[in-house]
């Protein structure tokens, strides 16, 4: 392909590097380079222009990352699998570098750098995604199982020795992408085989294993990787996503503490904030997000998405108290939402914060006033929403009465969390769409039949159906306090150490946290006695 059919995007904060750089490009050959000098300037124009050759900056000044704007267009279908994308950076710290070899660039350029060095590493892309354009117009379509025959097709007579590593790495990515976990995880095993340093493939051989089921395996690959200072905060955060996928959320604040809070990442807070949520600590969760706002004040997307968070957060504190109870928080939350991005006038951010307002509103009792902001123009647009709009907008459906529509709206957050590509944002999404299938009375009663099956056969000491009943009802409703409490007692009388996923002295140190009753504490207390009384049969 010639450079004159090649349509580039240059993403640089800095007037003087974009014109030098678009004027390099110019002189290799390339005509149609556009330039912006942050995220919503690309996006606009990604939904217009398809795009061949991104060069993206990763620091932008006041606003979100070079990361950050190529994993919203990509979850957006802004960015094809076909798009070329280098990352320049002037930043060496492994916690940048990191995220940046997350979103599988094809390049990293180090400032400063030279006109070689830039020829070279366009030349070495786009020759690559020439060659194997017939796979990533496949990627393109969705075709991912076509996608994977015709790479293996090329693999095996690949006349291009140089870029076989580059085709072995997008192989194992194909087959994670077509649920082949078992397979991923051989190819990324004979990667390492060949050099245990290669990251990209301890990271890839991690999920694979954490995919395949083989839990324990990738916790242990895990838990070496926090000895190393380029590893570690990743490590940390994939370990608090393994806890929190088995409700150990105590567990997951512990891993997640050991980051250090300056070097925490925006979406390692959001996801701590919401250990703390799922542990009926909501202050600690706002006082976590209020500190990561005010820190992020320079970047006015960011700030504005945490203002929003924030709000979140105290709409649910709102949601834990007494209808006459509930006016001084929610006004605390009416304030933030219309503080996020007042000078903004986006139609999407209009739209985002709508649905926050008509939340509140149902909170408030004002069901005539949710229902008049759900009717305006734009707000059944859900298609393009991301999934904390669409569970804002679960919410406020549900609020004022129309229960099929949040149940359509939540089916359709259940289908998009497999395309959020950042692991702390699909847990944090995950835990949501859970707490609103709660809210909805989908999981409740299933969680209440088994609950209520488990006392039955509790009363009779046949503890080990017991268990089994209030496990599931556990699992399906973990933050009800009630279920919680009669698994550990069944698993204490029992005198079982571990069950399924659980470790029960873990358990209960997992529960010792949770904010409780007066009841309910006592009876926890009661429980840790008997726990206390017998180390040898209940080890950590």
Known sequence: MSPSDIKVAIVEDNGMARINLRNHLMEMG??????????RELKAHAKLRRIDLLLMDYHLGQNKNGVEIVQELQEQGLLKSSTSIIFITSDRLPIIVGQIVDVHPDALVIKPYTIRSIEKNISACLNFRHYLMPVFKLMDDGEFDLALDKLNYMLERNSRPRMRSQMVKLQARLLIKVKLFKEAAKVYQDVLRGSDKIIWAKWGLIQSLYLDGQIQQSEEMLLTLTNTQLT????REWLARICISNNQYAQAEDHIDKIREGEMSVSAARLKAYIFQAQERNSEAIQLLEKKRESNRGIRERFDELTLDLARCYLQEAEGKKANERDKTLQVAKFLIGSAGRKNQDQKLVIKKDFLFAALAVMAGDVDKATEILQREGMDDIDSNDIMQMTDAVSAWKGIGNDLKASEILALCKARLEQIEDGNEATVANMIVVKREETIGER?????????????????????KATQDFYQAYLLFPREVAFSLNLLQSLVESGEARYQSLNTAQF????????????????????GKKVERAPSKFPL
């Open 508 to 527: 209960l140190k997992e529960l010792s946290r949770r904010q409780m009753t007066p009841n309910n504490l006592k009876r926890l207390e009661e429980i």
């Open 232 to 235: 570690s905060d990743k490590a």
């Open 444 to 464: 409740r009663p299933e969680a209440m039949s088994l609950n209520k099956t488990g006392l039955e056969h509790y009363v009779k000491h046949d503890y080990q």
């Open 30 to 39: 390339f005509t149609e380079v556009g330039c912006f000098s942050n995220g």
